[in-house]
């Protein structure tokens, strides 16, 4: 799960080794998830795989940090 809070949405992210990463909604409130998730492709290279994501929450903001094989 990311660090960022709205209210009682939580967000958290899912990669594929196709470049897809994928963010789903949750509700701290209702336990549930949304209807589904905001899809986005990232290509760095051709034949570079994702292998996972994490996120961090520093001075300037909170960022993903995406690492790939």
Known sequence: FSPLVSGSKRFLSSTG??????????DARTLKF???PGKFT???RPGVQMICS????????????????
């Open 17 to 26: 080794a196709d470049g897809t990463i994928c963010f789903w909604q949750w």
């Open 54 to 69: 994490s996120f961090s929450a520093g001075n300037h903001g909170h960022h993903l940090t995406l690492h790939y094989k």
């Open 42 to 44: 990232e290509r760095s």
């Open 34 to 36: 949304g209807q589904g």
